[in-house]
T-cell receptor, first 117, second 114 residues
Framework: AQSVSQHNHHVILSEAASLELGCNYSYGGTVNLFWYVQYPGQHLQLLLK??????LVKGIKGFEAEFIKSKFSFNLRKPSVQWSDTAEYFC???????????????FGTGTRLQVTL | NAGVTQTPKFRILKIGQSMTLQCAQDMNHNYMYWYRQDPGMGLKLIYYSVGAGITDKGEVPNGYNVSRSTTEDFPLRLELAAPSQTSVYFC?????????????FGEGSWLTVV
């Protein structure tokens, strides 16, 4: 079964600092990769996703992530965080089956980002 | 657009009581899911469904039941509530087409069992 690891559980940054959140997955086959964000008291929203093609994907609100297949990683980055980025961030993966369809999503345990003014 | 709608948003149950969390989606998605979210544990899949009439267990199905009589609805039932089921529950749906899919989440249901 696939698994997802997010090693940073709680990150505190000052506004304008750069952000990188780590995500590693364990599965040797073809995968789809996602980052979801959950703002306080709200539901999960898709930040960005990777299915195929350019391994550097850009999402909403200035976030980007890079898929490095050799490292089984899909780290999330943002050059300059804002106070409004305070939220919990979840990495998720599902397997791409030979038919092109995907299996159910497996989530990491999440990283809580706190941005201070 | 409504997307994925869950009810109720908040509920307090006594041990041993039963209840149903409702979930409906209006995006004609074939796949639907129930997740629970516990602090520091991320999201765990309880049950999922690949289409009307078809359901399957996820990682943590014990203590729950589901049904999928229509494409739109996917209720989650707790038969004998236990304190361990205190959690935030998220319903989600996706269209399982080619080249991957995006899962859309409801706003969550906060359940406390006392």
């Amino acid at each position: 079964a696939q698994s997802v690891s997010q090693h940073n559980h709680h990150v505190i940054l000052s506004e304008a600092a750069s952000l990188e959140l780590g995500c590693n997955y364990s599965y040797g086959g073809t995968v789809n990769l996602f980052w979801y964000v959950q703002y306080p008291g709200q539901h999960l929203q898709l930040l960005l996703k990777y299915f195929s093609g350019d391994p550097l994907v850009k999402g909403i609100k200035g976030f980007e992530a890079e898929f490095i297949k050799s490292k089984f990683s899909f780290n999330l980055r943002k050059p300059s965080v804002q106070w409004s980025d305070t939220a919990e961030y979840f990495c998720a993966v599902n397997r791409r089956r030979y038919t092109g369809t995907a299996s159910k999503l497996t989530f990491g345990t999440g990283t809580r980002l706190q941005v201070t003014l | 657009n409504a997307g994925v709608t869950q009810t109720p948003k908040f509920r307090i149950l006594k041990i041993g009581q039963s209840m149903t969390l409702q979930c409906a989606q209006d995006m004609n998605h074939n796949y639907m899911y129930w997740y629970r979210q516990d602090p520091g544990m991320g999201l765990k899949l309880i049950y999922y469904s690949v289409g009307a009439g078809i359901t399957d267990k996820g990682e943590v199905p014990n203590g729950y039941n589901v049904s999928r009589s229509t494409t739109e609805d996917f209720p989650l039932r707790l038969e004998l509530a236990a304190p361990s089921q205190t959690s935030v529950y998220f319903c989600a749906s996706s269209f399982q087409g080619t080249s991957g899919n995006t899962i859309y989440f409801g706003e969550g249901s906060w359940l406390t069992v006392v």
